[in-house]
C-alpha cells in the first residue's frame, strides 16, 4: 500500500482550492490518497476484483474529495459530490509524491467500506480560517481518511503535507532497520 500526495495543480476551481491549501499549509502538497497496490490481499474488496494496475496503468486509490462526484457503484450518495470515495488514478510522477504507506491494506481496506460515501467535512477546513467551525466526526477530509485508514486516531489533526512527512520519515526509518539488519548478518560472517 502506498500514499499519494498530489503536488500538481489542477485546472479551474480545483487548481484555486489546489494554491489556497497550499498557501495555507506552507507545503506543497493539496490532496493525499491511499494507493492500493498488487499483492496487498484487498483484491476481493475492489470493484473490479483486482489490484492490478488498469490498461492505462491506473491503480485503486481511496480518499475523500471535495468536487468530484461519488462513483455510481458507491452505496451511499452515488453521483453526488464530495464524499469518500473509491476510483483508479494513474499516478503520473509529474503530479503525485508516491511513498510506502507500512500499515495493514486490509484494515485500511475495510475502513474505506465502513466510510465510503461518507460527506466531505467542510467544516474541519473552515475551522482553519475560524476556530468555532467545528469538525464533524460523520465527515472526513482527505489527510483525515487516509491518517484513519492507517490505523492512526484522530486524524483530523493532520494536513496533507504533515501525513506525507510522517510517512516518509517511517519509511526512512524502516528502510534503515532493514540496512542495518542486513548489514549486521554480513558483519557476523
Known sequence: MLLASYKAIRPGMQGIANRLIR?????????????????????????????????SGALWCASSVAWERLP????????????????????????????????????????????????????????????FFRHKASRDTCSEFCTEAGGQLEGRRVDPCTLHQIVAAEDRYFRSLLWLAAAGEEAAY
Open 23 to 55: 498557501w495555507r499549509l506552507d507545503g506543497i502538497y493539496s490532496h493525499n490518497e491511499v494507493v492500493f497496490e498488487p499483492g496487498d490481499g484487498v483484491d476481493h474488496l475492489m470493484p473490479d476484483g483486482t489490484c492490478e494496475p488498469d490498461a
Open 72 to 131: 455510481a457503484t458507491s452505496p451511499r450518495r452515488p453521483g453526488r459530490r464530495g464524499g469518500v470515495r473509491l476510483k483508479r488514478i494513474k499516478l503520473d510522477p509529474a503530479h503525485w509524491d508516491l511513498v510506502k504507506y507500512r500499515r495493514d491494506p486490509l484494515a485500511a481496506a475495510v475502513h474505506f467500506k465502513r466510510r465510503e460515501g461518507a460527506l466531505y467535512d467542510w467544516q474541519l477546513i473552515l475551522g482553519f480560517v475560524a476556530w
